[in-house]
């Protein structure tokens, strides 16, 4: 009896799952001869499953366009017409920036050559304990000077001299120059050292405003726009300070505007007779020139050169100072009443 029971359950489990599968068979069959336009079960999913695919795609491009043109006119109307218009403003605005950097860059570059090089002139001495201190207090000033510059820094041959290795570091166009004499004098060991600059100025015809900076020397800014406009020679006003006196000596040229019509020079000391109407020479650092005089006098209506005569190229230069009062330019040209140059002795 059992066992009838439970074939009899089988065969009423078989029958319950043939008709349900009939069921749905035949569902799916006459669903597929449904109208489209009537909504059912199966096909709703469908539609929401489609309907929350595409929009992802459609939806994302025209977001991304109108944001885009939103950022560069708000006002503009979104359509396919104005985005084509616009396109074209855009890429004109783009010329037109592409435009004005080429104009800034033409400009940058015409203003370089425009502005002389200026040619500072530095000697050195292994005697002075400060040199490499002081060398690199006036590189950070020369570094901040408009271009273009170039540095000439003399000093005495050596094994262990640092200052190569300094203005490698300075990022400054530099020329390094080296002699092998021995000075036991310091002021003719600076003015030898000074005249191996000009003949090295001259040999390569070094074309700009040539200055001797001395170690000590501390500057304005603007002293160095100011005499990139000497045409010959120039001259200013120079104040001398002394770490052991509490004063200012202020040496130079008295001017009427920018004409020299007369100097305040220091005096030797205990000088009598004609020595004391006699000036001393004009401070190294209280001049410019321009470089072409060293090779080509008759420009500046000189008769001779530093080669032609017997003097030193230095020596020609500072008489030249004092004599050309007609080329000579006084720095600044508001009657050289401003002082951009101090010369700070701390040794």
Not at 29 to 41: E, N, R, V
Not at 111 to 127: C, F, G
Not at 210 to 219: D, K, P, Q, T
Request: a positive charge; one cysteine or more.
């Amino acid at each position: 009896m059992g066992s009838q029971e439970r074939s009899k359950k089988k065969v009423h489990l078989w029958k319950k799952a043939i008709v349900h599968f009939l069921l749905c068979f035949v569902m799916g069959f006459f669903t597929g001869f449904a109208p489209t336009g009537k909504s059912s079960i199966f096909s709703s999913h469908v539609t929401m499953s489609l309907s929350a695919s595409q929009p992802v795609e459609v939806f994302h491009q025209p977001r991304t366009e109108n944001f885009n043109r939103s950022l560069l006119d708000d006002s503009e109307p979104v359509s396919g017409k104005s985005h084509g218009v616009k396109g074209a403003v855009i890429r004109k605005d783009d010329d037109h920036d592409e435009e004005d950097e080429d104009k800034q860059q033409q400009k940058g570059s015409e203003d370089l050559s425009a502005r002389r090089l200026v040619i500072v002139v530095t000697p050195t001495s292994t005697k002075d304990k400060l040199r490499t201190v002081l060398l690199r207090r006036l590189a950070n000033t020369l570094k901040l000077v408009a271009p273009p510059l170039l540095w000439i820094v003399i000093e005495q041959k050596s094994d262990g001299s640092r200052v190569s290795e300094i203005l490698r570091r300075t990022g400054i166009m530099y020329r390094h120059v080296v002699f092998g004499e021995n000075f036991t004098d310091a002021s003719s060991e600076m003015d030898h050292q000074r005249n191996i600059a000009l003949n090295h100025i001259e040999h390569h015809r070094l074309s700009g405003i040539v200055h001797f900076a001395g170690l000590s020397n501390v500057y304005d800014l603007s002293f160095f726009d100011e005499i990139r406009a000497v045409e010959a020679f120039g001259t200013w006003p120079m104040a001398r300070l002394s770490a052991n006196r509490k004063r200012v000596v202020i040496e130079g040229p008295v001017c009427d505007s920018s004409e020299v019509l007369g100097w305040h020079l220091k005096r030797r000391k205990n000088s009598t007779g004609a020595d004391a109407t006699t000036p001393r020479r004009i401070h190294i650092s209280s001049f410019a020139f321009n470089s072409s005089i060293l090779w080509d006098p008759e420009r500046w209506g000189r008769t001779s050169s530093a080669q032609d005569t017997s003097q030193s190229s230095l020596k020609f230069l500072r008489e030249g100072v004092l004599e050309e009062e007609s080329k000579l330019k006084g720095i600044p040209a508001e009657g050289c009443s401003k002082v951009l140059l101090w010369d700070l002795n701390i040794s």
